[in-house]
């Protein structure tokens, strides 16, 4: 079974940029889509990035099209969320997936998509 473990989150002002990564354990990470999900206080845990077995397919959320990128080296087990121009409004707990009901799977945006998640890492953007 995979196992997530996100880090790099922290306190940045608007504008600022910040990178997120999530280590995988697990010799089969490479085989399986990915993804990035963030929940706000109150709120419901939305999608934010997806990105293909491969690497070859990604997709966002509009809010965050052309600010954040998702990337990952399946050498080093390990996928990433460069965020750049933060807003307060990208303020969440940042917690990456895995689809591993699927082998060499695309693009998925939807949480029951995905079966394995990261603890979440906190993402603070002060105005």
């Known amino acids: 079974q995979v196992q997530l473990v996100e880090s790099g989150g922290g306190l940045v002002q608007a504008g600022g940029s910040l990178s997120l990564s999530c280590a995988a354990a697990?010799?089969?990470?490479?085989?399986?889509?990915m993804g990035w999900f963030r929940q706000a206080p109150g709120k419901e845990r939305e999608f934010v990035a997806t990105i293909s077995w491969n690497g070859g397919s990604t997709d966002y959320a509009d809010s965050v099209k052309g600010r954040f990128t998702i990337s990952r080296d399946n050498a080093k087990n390990t996928v990433y969320l460069q965020m750049n121009s933060l807003e307060p409004e990208d303020t969440a707990v940042y917690s990456c997936?895995?689809?591993?009901?699927?082998?060499?799977?695309?693009?998925?945006?939807?949480?029951?998509?995905?079966?394995?998640w990261g603890q979440g890492t906190q993402v603070t953007v002060s105005s």
């Open positions: 997936a895995a689809r591993t009901l699927t082998i060499w799977g695309g693009t998925y945006y939807r949480n029951n998509d995905y079966n394995v």
């Open positions: 697990g010799r089969t990470f490479s085989s399986y889509a």
